[in-house]
Each structure stands twice: as C-alpha cells, then as structure tokens.
C-alpha cells in the first residue's frame, strides 16, 4: 500500500515570498504520478501541479514548481511570489496509474499581508 | 478541464432519515468515481470506488448498508445516507477519472451534510 507524508500542518510565508512545502511518499510501484491540490475555504480540490514519474524534469506551473526526488520519494512543492490568495490547504497525492488517490495529512498554508 | 457537478452542496436532515448525493460528470464518461468524506481540518478519507454497471468497492470501516452507492451510468453515481444520524454530519466529496485520461481525478463541489 503507498503512503503519502505531509511533515508540516501549518505554515505561513509573507506576501511576495517563496515557500515550500514537503512531501514523501512510500511505493514499491516504479510508474505512478504525483499530485499537488489546493482545498481553499470553498472546499472545492483544485488541481495545482501534476508530475508523471518517469520524467525527470520537474513540474512547473506558473508560479509553481515541483522538486520531484524520485530516489528519495519526495515531492515538494514551491509557490514563488505568494499571493493572498494562495491561502488555502495544500494536500500531495499519490496515484498509481487510474487507481485511487492516497493524500497526505495535508498543509494549511497562510500568505499573511 | 473536466467538470463534475455534486448536490446538493449543503443539506441538512433529521436523525433516521436518508439523503442522497449526486455527482455527475459534465463532458467526459467516468468509468470510476470515488466518494470521500473529510472531517473538519483533516484530509480526504476514502469511502468506495464505484465502477460503472458493478458494486462499489469499500474501504475497511465503511458500512456499505450505511452509505449506499450507485454507478448506473457513465456520468452519474450517487451516494445515499441510509438512517443518519448526528455523526454521519460530515462533508462528502466525489471524484471522477476521465475514460479517455484516467490518471487525473476530478472533484466535485463537495456536500455539507448535517443530521439534526
């Protein structure tokens, strides 16, 4: 079974700043991809980034990008030039080709004014 | 990107009643939706995966005469709230993979439901 870990609940960074948030995830499987969602107070899952494992280059989207360290199974997330609205929770998940999503805990991520 | 309606959003009904949720998929056939439920500040739990004309499957835990789910056609499962009660109150999110692109889920509105 995969595990998705989330090791920081909370966190917050100034307006304009960067910020990363960590993900590790645990698999025996060698074709999967990986997932970023935003949840903001609407409750609605918004797809932020994706990244397929057998690339190596990282993810970006605008101002978001991946640091996907496929050997170490980690899968960061950095948001450059935070804005308010970046404010929301952030959950890594986990799929190993068209099954389930297993998330992590998620991170509660506040951009302060 | 895809779309997937969920509703009612919010609804709110008596102890030993039942309620049903809908989450269709908009433009695209799912041949797989998965229903969640997520506590206050906490992640998504999974509840089932429903595959199109067969029974769902459910997690460990999860009551299946409790929380009834339907996968009748390609665009439409619905999960029903047999005999809830106060604990039930929760909010429920469904998700569907695209037939043609299953390895992006994508996610309803969420319901809010509340037992009184």
């Known amino acids: 079974a995969q595990t998705v870990t989330q090791s920081q609940p909370e966190m917050s960074v100034q307006e304009a700043e960067t910020v990363t948030l960590s993900c590790t995830y645990d698999?025996?499987?060698?074709?999967?991809?990986l997932f970023w969602y935003k949840q903001p107070p609407s409750r609605q899952m918004i797809l932020v980034i994706r990244?397929?494992?057998?690339?190596?280059q990282n993810a970006t989207e605008n101002r978001f990008s991946v640091n996907f360290q496929k050997a170490a199974k980690s899968f960061s997330l950095k948001i450059s030039d935070s804005q308010l609205g970046d404010t929301a929770m952030y959950f890594c998940?986990?799929?190993?080709?068209?099954?389930?999503?297993?998330f992590g805990g998620g991170t509660r991520l506040m951009v302060k004014p | 990107g895809a779309v997937v309606s969920q509703h009612p959003s919010r609804v709110i009904c008596k102890s030993g009643t039942s309620v049903k949720i809908e989450c269709r998929s908009l433009?695209?056939?799912?041949?797989?939706m998965f229903w969640y439920r997520q506590f206050p500040k906490q992640s998504l739990m999974l509840m089932a995966t429903?595959?199109?004309?067969?029974?769902?499957?459910?997690e460990q835990g999860v009551e299946k005469d409790k929380f009834l789910i339907n996968h009748a056609s390609l665009t439409l499962s619905t999960l029903t709230v047999t005999s809830a009660h106060p604990e039930d109150s929760s909010f429920y999110i469904c998700?569907?993979?695209?037939?043609?692109?299953?390895?992006?889920?994508?996610f309803g509105q969420g319901t809010r439901l509340t037992v009184v």
């Open positions: 998700s569907a993979l695209d037939r043609g692109w299953n390895t992006e889920a994508f």
């Open positions: 698999t025996s499987e060698s074709n999967y991809y």
């Open positions: 990244q397929e494992a057998y690339k190596q």
């Open positions: 998940a986990f799929n190993n080709a068209g099954n389930m999503l297993t």
């Open positions: 433009d695209f056939q799912a041949t797989t």
């Open positions: 429903s595959n199109e004309g067969s029974k769902a499957t459910y």
